[in-house]
């Protein structure tokens, strides 16, 4: 029924060092399950059937990018040697390399590189969510444990109400125009709904899982291994 549907483009940073995780190469590139970790990343997405394209922002000069056979995701993918010193700056540059590929009403769907553990059922929820959507939203999940403030010397402080507090998550989907321009105006954000925060908009909540986790120390690293195992059985 759909006469002329927006397309859906996803833009991967994936120019990080990943010092925290203490590693010789960055951690897109460490073993998950026999294959790079991004290979899982950029299969689901490059998978998903409402996607049309996969851009993944590298650093520049990447060296390790090329000896990797990347040919059976399939024509989807396409990679952009355009990384900034921050994920902002990489998310950007990102942005404005896809310049005339990407028309202003198309929705760019940016996802972690470090997040392999990604499902077709998380891109399926937020597509389906936000479609028509104004703003545009992340997928997040609620926070679970009671949380504290410390008062800076090992104390706490108060206890935080975690009633209407939510970890956000990526794919954070927006619209090509708006998120570039909210992204040009705030450049110190962590996140792309923060940057459409600064712009006064209210990006949509839609809740995801915790299975979709960062991959930021070795430990989760073992968690995401766990993750995908127990998926495919
Ligand atoms: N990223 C990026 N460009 C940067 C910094 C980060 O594209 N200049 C990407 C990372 O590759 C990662 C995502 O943004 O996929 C989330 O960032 P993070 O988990 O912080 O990764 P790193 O910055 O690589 O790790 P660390 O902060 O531990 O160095
Ligand atoms: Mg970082």
Known sequence: MQSKRHRHYALVPAAGAGSRMGKEIPKQYLDLLGEPLLRHTLRTLCQAPMI????????????????????????????????????????????????????????????????????????????STLDDDEVGGILAVPVADTL?????????????????????????????????????????????????EAAGLHPRLVQGDTTNLKVTYPLDLHLAEWILKNREA
């Open 52 to 127: 049309d394209r996969v851009y993944v922002v590298l650093s520049v000069g990447d060296p390790i990018w090329n000896e990797r056979d990347w040919s059976d995701l399939g024509e989807k993918l396409h990679p952009l040697y355009v990384g900034g010193a921050t994920r902002a700056d990489s998310v950007l540059n990102g942005l404005r390399a896809i310049r005339g590929d990407a028309g202003d009403g198309d929705w760019i769907l940016v996802h972690d590189a470090a997040r392999p553990c990604l499902a077709q059922w998380h891109i399926d929820a937020l597509i």
């Open 148 to 196: 504290k403030r410390s008062n800076g010397h090992g104390r706490v402080e108060k206890t935080v109400p975690r009633d209407s507090l939510w970890q956000a998550q990526t794919p954070q989907m927006f619209r090509y125009i708006m998120l570039r321009r909210a992204l040009e105006t705030a450049r110190e954000v962590t996140d792309e709904a923060s940057a459409i």
